[in-house]
């Protein structure tokens, strides 16, 4: 089989041009490997090879950004490249930088599989470990031997196609995508070393960082409800009966919509919860339990209410992913408004 | 000082036999015997009884329960106290265990939330009871019989035939006897005088509507939170009655066998003072939250610690128990880790738990159960596969024309234990 031919990108510094005083040379393609590339070479094995290097100045590539790109994306197509390699960029930042954008942009033009490595507290890794593969490295060139062991084999999976497995395993960057593996020790015993870890004042890795939450202030009371036109929204899974849209009992993909106009009453007979979360028996005997549609039939009759929205909007709640949650109600929301439904009851259970 | 010791008696089969005994690793079951014991409850029209070993092409759900067979030898009580035994306080004397065993409970689906036991394959990899040979109870109800009284009649059937089977081994010699002492305040400060003070808090599932969890027979949703010794759950002090999503739920093996447990006991007296259990609930009232979580962090308080582990029990509105827990813990200066799971959608990308705190910045997760995993045709299947699109974890359409199978892990029982029950974790 022909060896994954692979373009390495690195600066003027690796590429033994010069230092700071050279940092403004433009792109430049050369055959075969220069500097670090011959580290690779040697771990890619049989496997793969680097065919081009392409060098350029840290600081013509930030300060010419649009042209760097546009020339260098040129020179890696031109090679036929199965696979872009940049850096690593250790601790310097605008190399970092140029890194992670010139793999972002192959990755995005040429639909190649990148990669790039360098120390997390570079500022490039926070900018693109979310969009391209990272290898955390060392923060320094002494940590090169480190860089290639994690990178070599990285490279040759993600050029191969196969299955990236979790950060841990790989050694890239967290990208914010949770990915399974099994660990060498079980949960309770991980536990107990994190938490000696911080009884003893000692640095330590959570596993999961606590995210920025999304906390969502309600809106203002509705002034004039006796006018108000309501909408019933659940996340209880509440159906007509026999599921026709088959929402899942948990982790639901789908939303259902369903027309109430000249419903009084949810009876046993009509409908039902799809929801697995919890004891459907009250749920099944009368469904008004979790969407109210009776109470607010009779306040429309007593004009409490302007008047009930025709249709409603039904999910699982039960182990439903927040992002497809967010999905449905951005599609629904908008219908609502659309519809100039004044005000939703969501009941959820 | 409080010692318990376990004799654990290695199992490496299960045969039938016209006779029930243990001899040489082998658990002969009288097929018969069992049933009689099943039907004893006049709510269970008909059971089955079938033996699934690690390995084989064999698939046991829609799964309630998973149950390790034990006995008292010495000591005051005996197992599964409150519920199968009087409710004297257990936790000292010794006790036998059936190891490598289990009895698991299936028949007719219960509510959505059972599981898939794999004994080999993909599936296998994530349940840790393809590791044990399990006595497959396969029961089914009486017509028209409300779920949350079939939940009862499956769960009291399985505790019933655990601890029939459990005192076979009462008069064998085990192969290994694990001896888990614990001190009084002052006397384990005098003991280890200079070792920091750890704490287990365990959050019982007690959501309701058969997301219940029982301590001495008592159903959790009315406990406050309150102490127990940590050698109490070996002897089935505490007892799973829920239908939560089956990766995460912790079947009656999983609190017999409390990994935190273990592996505190394992450094205590060595990095650590195991000082004890603190166990909680989960219940779905604010105020309730609000009482537990202030509770578990004033007993956290009173008892001295240094550190404690917090545990979760299912997913979404327990995570706000856990969060609240940890951060009430955390602000009274003890040092906290959780364990918990995650709920990230099937690519990862989504948001994995339903509440965040920046205290909470020591985590060990157990996976992901959403993530998809594909299960291979297995020729044998025990209980009923007709509900495999319904189970939490299954959707429409996903039994292939090849007979495999798509799940979510939330499908598969113990996958990913918020007690840490299994090596699988996420990043």
Known sequence: MAKIRVVHYINQFFANIGGEEKADIKPELREGVVGPGAAFNQAFGDEAEIVATVICGDSYFNENLEEAKKTVIDMVKSQNADMFLAGPAFNAGRYGVACGTIADAVKKELGIPVLTGMYVENPGADMFKNSVYIVATKNSAAGMRDAVKKMAPLALKLAKGEKIGASAEEGYMPNGVRKNFFDTKRGSARAIDMLLKKLAGKEFVTEFPMPDFDRVAPNPAVKDIAHATIALVTSGGIVPKGNPDHIESSSASKYGKYDIEGVMDLTADTYETAHGGYDPVYANEDADRVLPVDILREYEKEGKIGKLHRYFYTTVGNGTAVKSAKGFADEFSKELKDANVDAVILTST | ?427
């Open chain 2, 1 to 427: 000082m409080r010692k318990l010791e376990v004799g654990y008696i290695d199992i490496h089969d299960i045969q039938f036999s016209n006779e029930s005994k243990v001899e040489n690793g082998v658990l002969f079951v009288d097929k018969e015997a069992i049933k009689k014991i099943v039907l004893e409850d006049e709510n269970i029209k008909s059971c089955e009884v079938e033996i699934a070993r690690p390995g084989e092409s064999v698939r046991i759900t829609p799964v309630k329960d998973v149950i390790e067979p034990r006995c008292k030898v010495e000591g005051q009580g005996g197992i599964f106290p409150g519920v199968i035994s009087k409710v004297t306080t257990v936790g000292t004397g010794r006790t036998h265990a059936l190891r490598g065993s289990a009895v698991v409970t299936t028949g007719k689906i219960v509510g959505f939330q059972e599981g898939i036991i794999d004994m080999t394959g993909e599936g296998a990899k994530y349940t840790p009871f393809s590791k044990t040979v399990n006595l497959v109870l396969v029961m089914n109800p009486i017509d028209g019989l409300k779920q949350h009284e079939h939940e009862y009649a499956n769960r009291m059937a399985g505790l019933r035939v655990a601890a029939y089977l459990g005192e076979l081994g009462k008069s064998v010699e085990p192969n290994e006897v694990v001896s888990y002492e614990t001190y009084g305040v002052k006397e384990g400060m005098e003991k280890y005088p200079n070792l920091p003070r750890v704490g287990y808090v365990q959050m019982l599932q007690s959501q309701g509507l058969m997301h219940d969890t029982y301590v001495y027979g008592v159903d959790a949703k009315k406990i406050v939170p309150t102490i127990i010794n940590p050698t109490e759950v070996m002897d089935g002090a505490i007892l799973s009655g829920n239908c939560v999503s089956s990766c995460d739920k912790n079947p009656t093996y999983i609190h017999m066998n409390n990994p935190v447990v273990h592996d505190l006991f394992a450094q205590h007296g060595k990095t650590i003072n195991f000082v004890g259990m603190i166990i909680t609930n989960e219940n779905v009232y604010l105020a309730d939250k609000e009482r537990s979580s202030n509770w578990t962090a004033e007993l956290c308080e009173y008892l001295d610690l240094d550190g404690a582990i917090v545990s979760q029990e299912g997913f979404g509105n327990p995570d706000t128990d856990l969060i609240m827990n940890c951060k009430k813990i955390s602000a009274k200066g003890i040092k906290t880790v959780i364990i918990t799971d995650e709920y990230a959608g099937r690519d990862g990308t989504s948001q994995s738990l339903a509440d965040a705190d920046p205290s909470a910045d020591a985590v060990v997760t157990g996976g992901n159960a959403n993530e998809l995993i594909t299960l291979p045709k297995l020729d044998k299947v025990i209980g009923d596969l007709s509900p495999i699109d319904k189970i939490a974890g299954g959707f429409e359409n996903n039994v292939l024309e090849d007979g495999t199978i798509l799940v979510e892990l939330q499908a598969i029982t113990g996958a990913t234990s918020e007690v840490g029950f299994n090596c699988l974790s996420a990043r």
